[in-house]
């Protein structure tokens, strides 16, 4: 009887490279690509927070996401009248995934803005983005941390996040360009801290619904790979 390791086919990611500090003027930036996908990330900390911390001693972390209009093979209007439900979805799924590794006490009433422009969009553009804004929040927090501002370290641990999916075979390959993403019979998103502990996973059957076995083997192979995403989080910060 086959388990659920027999069904990973392929656990490696694809060429990941980080652009660190290509803006002199926010506290922390990064390019990440992650295959052809490649993504900006900014990130600004502002003195204060919302109404609704205000004199708590906490500060606060939010993500905005938005799709540059030649991203994709046709251009993308910029949304001008607000952001759509997917754009939503995923500036929420950013946030709060920083959010999860992050002591806001130890931030002070500060607030923590952290923008994810997709410049070519090729499959994993939100998973993408959460790794791409750990490495760009760790450049934030140890600058504060340079000028007196913070006295300690607010990070926890580390953050990645990559997608996962069952072929039409039944096998489950990892990081998932567009033409994978969109044949896959299921495709699945996972957030998870170096230690192993998931903090989203976010999975649906397009196709047949998929088995008890195979997601186990999701979920591992996320693991596995999620493993290189890490050690070249590690890589990126030491430059």
């Not at 450049?139 to 926890?156: F, R, T, V, W």
């Not at 979920?219 to 430059?239: R, Y």
Request: aromatic letters at 4%.
């Amino acid at each position: 009887m086959s388990s659920s390791s027999d069904l990973i086919q392929r656990t490696a990611p694809r060429n990941i490279k980080y652009t660190i500090n290509p803006n002199p003027y926010a506290k922390g930036s990064v390019v990440v690509e992650c295959g052809n996908t490649k993504v900006y990330v900014t990130v600004t900390i502002d003195e204060g927070v919302p109404p609704f911390l205000k004199g708590k001693g906490e500060g606060w972390l939010t993500a905005e996401y938005s799709m540059l209009p030649s991203a994709t093979h046709s251009r993308n209007k910029r949304e001008r009248n607000g952001a759509s439900g997917r754009t939503q979805e995923i500036q929420r799924l950013i946030g709060r995934s920083l959010r999860s590794i992050i002591d806001l006490k130890k931030v002070g009433e500060r607030t923590i803005q952290i923008d994810c422009d997709v410049m070519v969009a090729d499959g994993g553009t939100r998973t993408t983005s959460i790794s791409g804004a750990y490495v760009a929040l760790s450049i934030a927090i140890k600058k504060l941390m340079d000028e007196g501002a913070i006295k300690e370290n607010p990070l926890s641990e580390q953050l990645a996040a990559i997608s996962v999916g069952v072929t039409k075979e039944g096998k489950v390959i990892a990081d998932l360009n567009y033409e994978e993403d969109s044949s896959c019979e299921t495709d699945m998103n996972v957030v998870m801290t170096k230690s192993g502990k998931f903090v989203e996973v976010q999975g649906t059957a397009e196709g047949h619904p998929f088995s008890h076995d195979q997601l186990m083997a999701l979920l591992e192979c996320a693991k596995i790979c999620l493993n290189t995403v890490f050690d070249k989080q590690i890589e990126a910060l030491k430059c």
